[in-house]
């Protein structure tokens, strides 16, 4: 026997085994999901177990299954055949849904949280079918040409729907904001989405707006923020975060000018470091991390005079780059202490997009712009159903309510410290 049909024998068997698992699982998939909703509808019929029709017998039973469909999940198309319950009493209507297969469901929600992510990785319309088949089989009819373009229409719809959203009486605390720049290209010379997620005083945090924009600049800002102002917001954020080099600045001083600024300890370290020799940059970084990890503003504003000592000399392009926006580089000193971590940097865009860049840089076409928002905008709200609350939350009441905080405790702690101290003494 050949080395080549030994090793094409073996490629057989393994390929056997494979499909053998697959099959295995869509099994046991099938099986599960159909006990699942059996356990379902006799549940429902038990809640009407007290109800009887005149000759005693049950007035809600079962009834049946309706026509077997195929659902496209993440191990494959698999049949499923959904119970029906009857209703007995003429003048009655009580029906059954299954919430685990809702009517016209063909596909399950993680498939379809997938599919804009693979569309924003650069996946054509037309290869999607081929590209999942060995995953999903050779029954995935659902993610069809047909299916995918019907998809995208679907995002346009829900974007344009969330965007007619009135924010009438919203209120949010803080702000953050950031051009997020993808790999994937837009038809338009518009090159990048502004984004901004805002924290409410319940502690959530939601995303408020979001558009495309030319590099950031101040007019795209301004036409994103009264687009939000059209919608119904009128009370401003009491802080904003963002980077420094950001058009926003000058175009949230028009639209709400009683917002204060806090600067984005990680862009700002970022762009330090990038003016020194890699052998410095990390005691450089240590030290930075000095001035926004200490305790009291003082000691913040002591850290920073030593950094500057150090580095004058040598390299004036770095002390010049970190003194720009000194004071709003320390605003978080006057918020709750609780909130520090949240509201020094822009870190609740980083670490959403940062997911949603890395699944974009092989997306080199060029693709229209309102279905890249759409696919966008689907990623997005899928990352929102995740986002955890603020830490130290309820103390938000307070930033709304203007309490002022002195290194992150508030004066009614610092005054009742004070009078527990004289009383010690």
């Not at 919430?99 to 319309?125: C, F, H, N, Q, V």
Request: hydrophobic share 35%.
């Amino acid at each position: 026997m050949s080395q080549d049909s030994v090793i094409d024998f073996k490629s057989t068997v393994e390929g056997a085994i494979k499909d053998g698992l697959s099959d295995l699982i869509r099994s046991a998939a099938k099986q599960a999901i159909q006990s699942a909703v059996l356990e379902e509808i006799n549940e429902f019929v038990d809640q009407f177990k007290n109800l009887k029709l005149e000759d005693g017998k049950l007035q809600v039973v079962k009834n049946g299954y309706h026509p077997e469909r195929a659902i496209t999940t993440g191990v494959g198309s698999v049949e499923v055949k959904v119970p029906r319950a009857r209703d007995r009493k003429d003048d009655s209507n009580i029906t059954f849904t299954s919430s685990l297969i809702p009517p016209y469901m063909r596909r399950a929600k993680s498939l379809d949280e997938l599919l804009p992510l693979l569309y924003l990785k650069g996946l054509s319309t037309n290869s999607f079918q081929s590209a999942l088949a060995p995953i999903l089989g050779d029954k995935a009819k659902n993610i069809s040409p047909n299916v995918i373009c019907k998809l995208k229409q679907g995002w346009l719809a829900e974007l344009e729907q969330w965007k007619a959203k009135p924010l009438t009486n919203k209120q949010y605390v803080y702000w953050w904001v950031d051009g997020v720049y993808l790999s994937a290209r837009m038809e338009s010379e518009k090159t990048c989405v502004l984004v901004i997620i805002g924290a409410t005083e319940d502690g959530k945090k939601e995303l408020v707006a979001f558009n495309d924009g030319f590099r950031e600049s101040t007019d795209s800002w301004l036409e994103l923020l009264r687009e939000i102002k059209s919608r119904g917001l009128t009370i401003s954020p009491n802080l904003a975060i963002g980077d420094g080099n950001l058009g926003f600045w000058s175009a949230i001083e028009k639209e709400h000018p009683n917002t204060e600024h806090q600067r984005c300890w990680v862009h700002k370290t970022a762009n330090v470091l990038a003016k020194l020799p890699k052998a410095l940059q990390s005691h450089a970084k240590n030290k930075l991390k000095d001035i926004y990890t200490a305790p009291t503003k003082d000691q913040a504003d002591k850290a920073f005079d030593e950094f500057i000592d150090t580095y004058k000399a040598k390299y004036p392009r770095v002390v010049k780059c970190l003194e720009k926006d000194r004071n709003k580089m320390l605003t978080y000193y006057n918020y709750p202490a609780e909130h520090w971590g949240h509201i020094r940097t822009t870190n609740p865009i980083e670490s959403t997009f940062a997911t949603v860049k890395h699944r974009t840089r092989q997306a080199r076409g060029c693709y229209s712009r309102d279905t890249i928002l759409g696919a966008f905008f689907k990623l997005v709200m899928q990352a929102e159903s995740n986002w955890a609350k603020l830490k130290g939350y309820k103390r938000l009441a307070e930033v709304v309510k203007l309490t002022k905080f002195i290194d992150g405790i508030s004066e009614h702690e610092i005054d009742k410290l004070k009078q527990e101290n004289k009383n010690a003494a």
